[in-house]
């Protein structure tokens, strides 16, 4: 089963919960957005992202606007000036992200706070094997991929101006601190013992050396625009989860595609790879660190931060399973998750014994 475009591609008309005051809107875009021109018609994107997205048609060209979601939200969470701020700062560096127009932090505008960004038009792919691209072109287009998130990697965070945008070193240390505590205090959503061993095991793996860059947090093939006919990444989308991290678990992340199973995130698991024309796991791991200019990653670090970012989907999926329990998540989408959760454990565990 892989995953379904039509849920997350295009755009629909701005659902009632979202509309905001769009004459509000176009008189802020001609007071700071260079070039701008109405008329402004809006529309609202199809995709999951918990920052609300909606698409800005005006006659000579198209705009994007990425805002906090109406109503009260938790304090630090959707803070779209931080992806503003981030995406400004890599844009200088050349690195392929759209470019800001605009920041607003005036919540009388449309109601909260947003930004404005360049439309980039290009190819998002929702299927980890590419179905689309020709079996000879196929590993060009991993090779753009691999090749951008070590470009990100090889930034330093302080000569780009990003040297506060989190907390440097023992990034593994607090993650796994997070997530388990989450994983703990959720008791309504039970204990699984799969997770219990990992909550045990996780702090004592802990790779030697500590390294400090900029990380993506859901760097993935569908969170990336592709050039409209070339294997080139014209742009990385949503940054909610950047900050400052260890490039080898934001690497692991993104490498996780080969183990995950299609219908949970875009994945290439129990899929024929070589017959795809697609890199193997060890050559796009090899890739990396050629491209970031490291020295190979053991089996063992490699097999942890695998590991490691099993867990942390598994948490993230075990406090939706409270949410449902409790009602405060009662989709059907959010329910239909739960199923994922012990293969995710499953898939966490088979690393952590890999490692032993």
Known sequence: MSVDASVNAGTTAVREAYRFDEAALARWMEAHV?????????????????????KLVTPRRSYVLRRK???QVLKGAHAVEREARVLSALGKTGFPVAHVHGLCTDDSVIGSWFYV?????????????????????RAAYFDAMNGTIAALH???????????YGRPGNYFERQIARWSKQYLEDEEAGRDPGMDRLIEWLPTAIPAGDETRIVHGDFRCDNMIFHPTEPRVLAVLDWELSTLGHPLADFAYHAMMFRMPPDIVAGLGGADI?????PNEEEYRAAYCRNVGRPPISEADYAFCIAFNFFRLAAIFHGIKGRVIRGTAASAHAKDRLGSLPRLIALAVERMEACR
Not at 154 to 164: H, I, K, Q, T
Not at 274 to 278: D, N, W
């Open 117 to 137: 960004m360049e439309m980039v038009e290009g190819r998002i792919f929702w299927d980890a094997t590419f179905p689309d691209v020709g079996r000879d072109e």
């Open 34 to 54: 260079d070039g701008y021109a109405g008329p402004l018609s809006v529309e609202q994107f199809k995709g999951g992202q918990s920052n609300p997205t909606y």
């Open 69 to 71: 979601p109406p109503g």
């Open 274 to 278: 070589a017959a795809l024309g697609i």
């Open 154 to 164: 090889r930034l330093d965070p302080e000569a780009v101006g990003l040297g506060d």
